[in-house]
């Protein structure tokens, strides 16, 4: 169960390594007391704080009352921690110096007792030579230098989810929001079988087929802190807005609540009892795991329980994973988890920063008409009830269709790592893994969200209907966006998954 004591429950969570810790850190206190009587027994001194040490004086050296300086036999006071710079000078002073900084003259031969900081190889002047730097076992990720060493997040999902082959020229864009294709850039992808759209425009088809064009929604990927609303016919189902399960048709789905947000506050979420660390994007572990990753921090025990979570990140240690980097205590004292949105700021990446979120592309979003990555039009966004998830992702310049939900990539990353720790029952490919098995097989039992009608029915790159019409009233029967038509003619949509029920029936 979360606390409120952040550093106890990782303590709870991993018992193991804090015994070790204890124990090693036992280890080295033995060693430095050790030392510390080392070098007093030979002549220096250690001071009552435990700080700083003295050179025993040679020609009766003082401290005056303050403790804050010396006088040497002439009388001249210096500072504690000025060392003697004249080389050839003899003097009794007694000389303090910090601890930790080393006797830098190769030649000197003194019995001082020259006390160090743990952790850098000396624990005593006799003891010189450095532990060398383990090598990590795990690959390293590859690097993306024009994005500031960010991971190249394509090649990593491009691993686990392959593509189809790309147009010659790239994927087809748009001369303007809403307009028309430009020319050389009209030519869609073809579908290849156990393969994924590479000209990625929509998620209207997620939990669908692969040959719609969609991925894997974050219910599929099996990602812990969705808290997804159930597939109840009403507005929102299967997404992480709970409209009431009577609500109108009308209603503007992003309004409806998200669970375990922080009153009054963006991009926070509260951790509770009943339901641990509530909502977070995909984007706030995903910055965890590859901090822990590059720093060579994994535990493929601790991680991962292949009979529980096939070749997924257990909850337990993802929890840790974020608490540790995002985890704050609120004024009332209570746990809540507090991120930045995955973008640039002041020119430099947030703690969550992830590229191909692809925010703000271009100069389509200056009349404030975009919504996150979704690049909707003015007449649009003017409506007032349209969520902003129906319009397209980036559909305009180089980087149209190169949107990748950032819950892809930690599906993706997720797998590079499950592959390494247990490399005979994790393929590479997520359909070919556990984690992807059965995926997209029945329309009917999909994790499709209900989608409205749009401008164009036939054309993924298209715009929401104004007026708003929500639901879809063809789905996938003469057009290619879903609507009520997959629920076969159920109140209830039979999509395995996890789903939070009692805010949608209150």
Known sequence: QPTTDHKQKQCNLQSNNCRHRNMRFSSLTLLVLVAAVSASSARGTIDDSGKKYAEPPRRGGTIDDSGKKYADA?????????????????????????????????????????????????????????????????????????????????????????????????????????????????????????????????????????????????????????????????????????????ADNSVDIGGCPKLGQCPGEKDCAVVTDEYGIGHIPPFVPLAAIKNAYNSCDVKCDEWFDYDTNGCNIKKSALDALVLDEFGVEAEDGKMVVKFQPPILLDGKPSSTYYRLEYIGEGNVCDAGNCRGPHYCSEEVANAGNIWGDFCPYVETGKNSGQYRHPHI?????????????????????????????????????????????????????SQPKVSYIWPNAVGLDGGIFPGHKLYNGKMVKPAPGTYVTEVVAN
């Open 74 to 246: 002439e009388g001249v006071y210096r500072h504690l921690g000025r060392a003697d710079k004249k080389k050839k000078k003899k003097s009794g002073d007694a000389v303090y110096r910090h601890l930790g900084r080393a006797d830098k003259k190769k030649k000197k031969k003194s019995g001082e007792g020259v006390d160090r900081h743990l952790g850098g190889g000396h624990l005593g002047k006799n003891m010189k030579k450095k532990k060398k730097k383990s090598k990590c076992e795990f690959k390293s990720l590859p690097i993306e230098k024009s994005d500031f060493r960010e991971p190249r997040w394509e090649k990593i999902i491009e691993k686990a989810f392959p593509p189809w082959e790309l147009p010659e020229n790239g994927c087809p864009r748009l001369t303007e929001l809403g307009g028309e294709l430009e020319e050389g850039y009209e030519t869609f992808p073809t579908p290849e079988e156990g393969k994924f759209n590479p000209c990625y425009y929509t998620k209207a088809f997620a939990g669908l087929d692969p040959e719609f064009g969609g991925y894997p929604t974050p219910i599929d990927t099996h990602y812990p802190y969705e808290f997804a609303a159930p597939f109840l016919k009403q507005p929102g189902d299967g997404s992480v807005h709970h409209c009431a399960i009577d």
């Open 409 to 461: 990539a930690l599906a993706a990353l997720e797998l590079w790592i499950a592959n390494q720790c247990m490399p005979k029952k994790c393929p590479t490919k997520w359909l070919d893994s556990p984690n992807g098995q059965n995926y997209g097989e029945d329309a009917t039992k999909s994790t499709s969200i209900t989608w409205a009608e749009m401008e164009d029915n036939d054309d993924p790159m």
